[in-house]
């Protein structure tokens, strides 16, 4: 894949040093950053979930996003993702650093529909 545009979930807007959110759709802000880790830019979540326009995913491939890293997310938001083209991982990590590091050196794996987060499988 070229032209990596990744994207990760935050609390706030303290770059890669941002905590990682614990919920993907209820985010403060989405970090987007280059395949070397480099920041390129934070939003505000301005979706549906947080009384906007849209869904979560619809925002990030808006914003350019082809991966998206994250502690986890709810099977409708995976199946969006993967119909517009969003590559997602999930993996455990603080920090937006940690996280990237992580998919960097392939400690993470590509989020299929086991992976979706207990909360929205009930």
Same mark, same amino acid.
């Given at each position: 894949?070229?032209? /990596?545009? /990744?994207?990760?979930?935050?609390?706030?807007?303290?770059?890669?040093?941002?905590?990682?959110?614990?919920?993907?759709? *209820?985010?403060?802000?989405?970090?987007?950053?280059?395949? *070397?880790?480099?920041?390129? @830019? &934070? &939003?505000?979540?301005?979706?549906?979930?947080?009384?906007?326009?849209?869904?979560?995913? @619809?925002?990030?491939?808006?914003?350019?996003?082809?991966?998206?890293?994250?502690?986890?997310?709810?099977?409708?938001?995976?199946?969006?993702?993967?119909?517009?083209?969003? @590559?997602?991982?999930?993996?455990?990590?603080?920090?937006?650093?940690?996280?990237? @590091?992580?998919?960097?050196?392939?400690? /993470?794996?590509?989020?299929?529909?086991?992976?979706?987060?207990?909360?929205?499988?009930?």
């Amino acid at each position: 894949m070229k032209n /990596i545009k /990744i994207v990760i979930p935050t609390d706030g807007r303290n770059g890669l040093d941002e905590n990682v959110a614990g919920h993907f759709g *209820r985010s403060e802000t989405y970090t987007f950053l280059n395949d *070397r880790g480099k920041l390129l @830019e &934070i &939003i505000d979540n301005t979706s549906e979930h947080m009384s906007g326009q849209g869904l979560p995913p @619809e925002l990030m491939k808006a914003h350019g996003a082809n991966v998206l890293l994250c502690k986890d997310l709810g099977p409708k938001a995976l199946n969006l993702c993967k119909k517009l083209g969003i @590559e997602i991982y999930t993996g455990q990590a603080k920090k937006v650093k940690g996280l990237f @590091e992580m998919w960097k050196s392939k400690k /993470i794996h590509k989020a299929g529909a086991g992976d979706t987060c207990k909360y929205h499988n009930k």
